[in-house]
């Protein structure tokens, strides 16, 4: 669910998070950057604002795809019409993406500026003071939003964007095509590290990802190439081979420590610098959100050792599984499960042991249930570890809400390169990087329940659980067929993306796995959405584009079977 934006000051959630970090730092954040004048203080206060609207785009659409992939609960019945993705909702990631409309702020209350029109406005400041660095992070975000843009909306406004009050004013601009997109990007990140690389006399005041550790930039830059590459490989016979050239140089995000991920914080009086996923659900009136069933019960069903980190269970016990149904409280537990349901033996409605959520698709009224579902838990927002306390959740329990949006992980990489093992037929190679994914995985989860004082460590898993889950996981990844072994590396990579599911929205449409998803609710409900339509504000507000005529448009590089067919699992 998308949060209920509340306008007011620009730049206080700035000040805010530099109160998280250990150092004390002493800032003019009362002004609108885009209105200072050209010099060394606006670029610092222009690349502040990019930093956190990229963080914020990063978690809406982080949402949206995992929403379609099952890490996220899909409300909607009819894939044309999903509520979270119609065209007036994406107004408010478009807007980040490229310029604010002065009506929209993020979820701290921080106004939203835009990240290209920022970016735009930074670079001839960065440019006459040689602020190489601020400038090579303004390339790597500007690589990885754009990206994004294409891989879920298809073809964008890029080279004609953010020209309204140019000399040359354009005020309609064109759409490019999303290969020219992705090639640019490749560019933004080849400066980007020649520029990290650089001898610079100022460095950025505030660097909210790596706190000046360059190198990572560096390796974050790689990365990115590196999921370039990969999401291009149906339609670049040359992809896999610079995907592996950046592998053999061996120096992209490899280790945990080198995780790309914003750190949110405890603030929850205005600005609220709060994770936002944890600021939606730890609330006086309890969770706003519901979980995934199809992710849930595979988590409870394979003794996945991270489960506790990821929910938080309010109730020991959902209506209907253990106990008997309760028509106020959760209805479907009174309904027949549909028979496509029954045919493909899905879960419908309940899970046990406290688990409760919502299936795919499930598009019921809201009942009094915010102090019996399971909300998130404090992986990756900040919230409860789940002990087994089984207690209503308050205000500012748990984490306080200081947890993550996960942009690239070390983890991600490994299943990345699990993926090319599997395309190169080197199934024992996959099954080492899969494995390799999963401890990282695992290893970086269990540190967060340092967070929540209030947990009993008692109920974290031990090592022996770490141990049998992974060879279970080995073991279910051996006795596969082909498209078996494909399932356990999706489900896998899909499970550690929890968080940000993006590169699991691609994932899915690349290789058409997992098959093993939980369908819709509805038996007929069209087409699997191949991109997003097209914002309102873009389409009605630009002459130059017509709405697409439906979800069933393919990216660039999506040049798999059409929908219904493709993915098998819709």
Not at 25 to 40: A, R, V
Not at 151 to 160: A, K, L, Q, R
Not at 422 to 429: L, S
């Amino acid at each position: 669910m998308k949060r209920i934006f509340k306008k007011f000051g620009s730049s206080a959630l700035i000040a805010t998070l530099l109160l998280v970090g250990c150092e004390t730092i002493e800032l003019d954040l009362t002004d609108n950057p885009n209105e200072l004048s050209l010099d060394q203080s606006s670029a610092d206060l222009l690349l502040n604002s990019i930093q956190v609207d990229f963080a914020t785009f990063v978690e809406l659409m982080g949402q949206n795809g995992g929403d379609l992939v099952r890490i996220g609960y899909l409300n909607g019945r009819n894939y044309q019409n999903i509520a979270n993705l119609n065209p007036v909702q994406l107004n408010l990631e478009w807007n980040i993406a490229y310029q604010g409309d002065n009506g929209e702020t993020l979820p701290s209350g921080l106004e939203v500026n835009g990240i290209l029109a920022d970016i735009r406005a930074l670079a001839p400041v960065a440019e006459a003071n040689e602020l190489f660095r601020h400038t090579a992070i303004a390339q790597f975000i500007e690589a990885y939003t754009i990206v994004t843009l294409v891989d879920f909306f298809g073809d964008i406004p890029y080279t004609e964007a953010i020209q309204a009050t140019a000399e040359t004013p354009i005020l309609n601009p064109n759409v490019d095509s999303g290969a020219s997109i992705y090639e640019a990007a490749l560019g933004l990140l080849s400066s980007a590290i020649a520029n990290f690389e650089r001898d610079v006399i100022t460095e950025p005041q505030n660097d909210f990802y790596y706190g000046g550790t360059w190198s990572n930039w560096v390796k974050a830059c790689n990365t990115l190439r590196m999921k370039i590459y990969l999401q291009s490989r149906l339609v670049d016979g040359s992809a896999v081979a610079s995907f592996n050239a950046i592998v053999a140089e061996n120096n992209f995000i490899d280790e945990t420590a080198e995780d790309l991920q914003f750190q949110w914080g405890t603030n929850s009086i205005l600005p609220d610098a709060r994770h936002p996923r944890y600021a939606d659900n730890y609330t006086p009136s309890g969770g706003a959100d519901y979980l995934p069933n199809w992710l849930m019960n595979l988590m409870d069903t394979s003794d996945d050792p991270r489960i506790r980190y990821y929910f938080y269970r309010q109730v020991n016990a959902v209506p209907g599984a253990e106990i008997p149904p309760n028509e106020e409280t959760l209805a479907c537990g009174l309904e027949p499960i549909p028979a496509h349901y029954a045919d493909g033996n899905f879960t419908f409605c309940v899970l046990p042991n406290g688990y409760w959520g919502r299936d795919h698709g499930q598009n019921a009224g809201i009942p009094p249930d915010g102090f019996t579902r399971a909300v998130y838990g404090v992986y990756p927002s900040g919230g409860i570890f789940d002990d087994s306390s089984f207690e209503g959740l308050s205000v500012g329990d748990g984490g306080g809400g200081a947890g993550v949006t996960p942009i690239m992980l070390a983890s991600w990489v490994d299943f990345m390169q699990a993926e090319v093992a599997m395309v190169e037929n080197d199934t024992d190679g996959a099954r080492q990087f899969i494995l390799d994914g999963l401890d990282k995985s695992v290893t970086k989860v269990q540190s967060f329940i340092s967070l929540d004082a209030s947990a009993n460590g008692a109920f974290a898993p031990s090592d022996m659980d770490i141990s049998d889950h992974s060879s279970d996981i080995s073991d279910l990844f051996d006795a596969a067929d082909m498209d078996g072994k494909w399932d356990v590396l999706a489900e896998q990579f899909l499970i550690a993306m929890f968080g940000n599911g993006i590169d699991g929205y691609n994932f899915y449409r690349r290789t058409g796995f997992p098959t093993t998803f939980q369908p819709n609710l509805e038996p007929e409900p069209g087409s699997y959405i191949r991109s997003l339509n097209y914002p309102a504000d873009f389409v009605n507000n630009n002459s130059s584009v017509d709405p697409k005529p439906n979800q069933t448009i393919q990216v660039f590089w999506d040049n798999n079977p059409a929908s219904p067919t493709f993915p098998i699992a819709n």
